[in-house]
T-cell receptor, first 111, second 112 residues
Framework: AQSVSQHNHHVILSEAASLELGCNYSYGGTVNLFWYVQYPGQHLQLLLKYFSGDPLVKGIKGFEAEFIKSKFSFNLRKPSVQWSDTAEYFCAVKRVNDMRFGAGTRLTVKP | DTGVSQNPRHKITKRGQNVTFRCDPISEHNRLYWYRQTLGQGPEFLTYFQNEAQLEKSRLLSDRFSAERPKGSFSTLEIQRTEQGDSAMYLC??????????FGQGTRLTVV
C-alpha cells in the first residue's frame, strides 16, 4: 500500500542536541513534500515544503529538510534544538489531489 | 483572524445521534480538505473539494459520513448515527492550487 512512514514515534533530546527525523514515502511520480508541526494545544502549522528545485529546503525556526529522490526520503533536521521545539512533527506527501500524512513523531526537548 | 475556522471546537454527543461540523476556509482558497486525527496518529484523509466539486473520497468515509461545499466557500461534514469509533479530531484545511494547505484548529468529537 502507498504510505508515508515516519520511523521514530518519540524522540527525546537535550537542548542544543542535533535533530534528524526520518520520513519515507512509497508513492511514485511527482510529489510535493511537507513537514508540519503541531505544538501542544495548537493546530498544524507548516514548517517547510519541497515542490521542485534545490532538494535542500529551509523552513522556519532553523529547520531544514533534504529530499533524496532515489531513497524516497524527506528527512527533517535542525542543528541545535530548543525546549520550545517540543511538539509533534508530521511528514506529508501531496500527489495530484490529496495529501497524506505520516503517523507523526513526538519530540520532547529537555531543558 | 483570517485563517481556517472550524466550529464547534468541541462536540460531545450520544451514540446514534447525528452531528454536523462546519469549516470556513481562507476566503480565496479553492481547495478544501477534511481529515480525521486520532490519538497518536497522523491526520487521515477523508475527502477533498475543489470549489464546490467533491473530487475524492477516502474509503474511510462510510455512508454515514457526508460532506458538502454548496457554494464553493464553507463546507460541512455530517456524521449520521454516530458510533464510539467516530470519536476523533476532525480537521479542515484549505489551499490554493499548487500552494501549501493551512489547517484549522479542528473539531474534537466525543461519542459517549
Amino acid at each position: 500500500a502507498q504510505s508515508v512512514s515516519q520511523h521514530n514515534h518519540h524522540v527525546i533530546l537535550s537542548e542544543a542536541a542535533s535533530l534528524e527525523l526520518g520520513c519515507n514515502y512509497s508513492y511514485g511520480g511527482t510529489v510535493n513534500l511537507f513537514w508540519y508541526v503541531q505544538y501542544p494545544g495548537q493546530h498544524l502549522q507548516l514548517l517547510l515544503k519541497y515542490f521542485s528545485g534545490d532538494p535542500l529546503v529551509k523552513g522556519i525556526k532553523g529547520f531544514e529538510a533534504e529530499f533524496i529522490k532515489s531513497k524516497f526520503s524527506f528527512n527533517l533536521r535542525k542543528p541545535s534544538v530548543q525546549w520550545s521545539d517540543t511538539a509533534e512533527y508530521f511528514c506529508a506527501v501531496k500527489r495530484v489531489n490529496d495529501m497524506r500524512f505520516g503517523a507523526g513523531t513526538r519530540l520532547t526537548v529537555k531543558p | 483572524d483570517t485563517g481556517v475556522s472550524q466550529n464547534p471546537r468541541h462536540k460531545i454527543t450520544k451514540r446514534g445521534q447525528n452531528v454536523t461540523f462546519r469549516c470556513d476556509p481562507i476566503s480565496e482558497h479553492n481547495r478544501l480538505y477534511w481529515y480525521r486525527q486520532t490519538l497518536g496518529q497522523g491526520p487521515e484523509f477523508l475527502t477533498y473539494f475543489q470549489n464546490e466539486a467533491q473530487l475524492e473520497k477516502s474509503r474511510l468515509l462510510s455512508d454515514r459520513f457526508s460532506a458538502e461545499r454548496p457554494k464553493g466557500s464553507f463546507s460541512t461534514l455530517e456524521i449520521q448515527r454516530t458510533e464510539q469509533g467516530d470519536s476523533a479530531m476532525y480537521l479542515c484545511a484549505s489551499s490554493l492550487v499548487g500552494v501549501s494547505a493551512f489547517f484549522g484548529q479542528g473539531t474534537r468529537l466525543t461519542v459517549v
